[in-house]
């Protein structure tokens, strides 16, 4: 057998690749390094990663491979050899300290031909905290809003309010209250505590706690007070066109009528809810009232948005205009009544007609 051939062979047994991982020879000269998993992870101090294993066997070069695995603190380092860190399979420490950790292995062959694999980031960022702001003082039946604010952690975050009657003990999960801020209808006297536990979904995140948070209700002796529609009201047919005129009784100038006739569902006297401010929380309910007077006697009143009331006419005269005064009082949850608001509603008469 010629000397060429006798080389082919041991070539061709040299390239036989064993079934170890890490272990295993290429055809021809190139050494490659394989591959570890380098799916980049972000977690909490005292992260403990998992090991780094080749999922990629090493090809090529000449065997035996030695294995050094490095530590970076950038994708392109410089790298740090691992004291003791030479198989195949290397298992980091815990993560103590946040920061950003970069771990390759250098493979060199038995010619001395050296390789790195791409390298793995592990991002630690510092344990979340949570700090949360509201709360205080509140008048019975109003409510209290307190916020939760994570800072630090990873993943996503998910919060579990909880009241107590001591603030020490006792604590009690609120049904539905896993939201980053809770209201708190205050519905009875007295002193309650709250706290909300933010859960962070990153690797070794940890579970915190908030500061304790107070709310005090107290009873409520505050009226409300309130912006009633601006007035004057003046009404005529020139520029109301959807008013109706109404003359009652016999013997009435039909085209100088003695009153306004307002129709259910207008909504000149409604007071605007929205500028009710009050102690206590509007969504636990308030009351109107009103009257509407003329020259200081009472002619029609009710509860309720006025819009809300059947039909009903305001006086007006023939011979000129008629000032008239509506009255609000508005009143809260408590029980507690508003100074009056009132204004005039002026009932104009209109201009005379000539038939012909």
Known sequence: MSSAILLTVLKMLLQVEPTAPGFSV?????????????VTVTACTNYNPDKLTFTTPTKGGQLPYS???????????????????TDVIYDPPNLINAGTYWYNCRITDNSGKMVMTTPKMIIIVPDPTVAVAGGGVISQNSAATI???VTDGTG??????????TGISLWTAISGATGSSIRIPASTVGIFYY??????????????YSAVVPVIVVPDISPPTFSAPAGPFTFCVGNITAANYWSPGSGADPYRPDFFLFRKGDRFFDPDPAN?????DITFGFSIRWEISTKGSVFISG????????????PGSANGAVVNDITWWISDCNGNESLPVTRHIIIKSRPQIIVN
């Open 26 to 38: 290429y055809p021809g000269d190139t050494l490659i390094p394989g591959a570890h998993n380098t």
């Open 67 to 85: 294995f050094q695995w490095q530590f970076g603190l950038s994708v392109t380092g410089p790298w740090t050899a691992i004291t003791g860190a």
């Open 147 to 149: 916020t939760a604010t």
């Open 156 to 165: 996503i975050i998910t919060y579990q309010w909880f009241v107590s009657l």
């Open 195 to 208: 706290r909300v536990k933010a859960d962070a979904s990153g690797a070794a995140c940890s579970k915190p």
């Open 276 to 280: 009710f401010i009050d102690d206590c």
């Open 303 to 314: 509860e309720g948005q006025p819009s809300d009331h059947e039909n009903f006419a305001i």
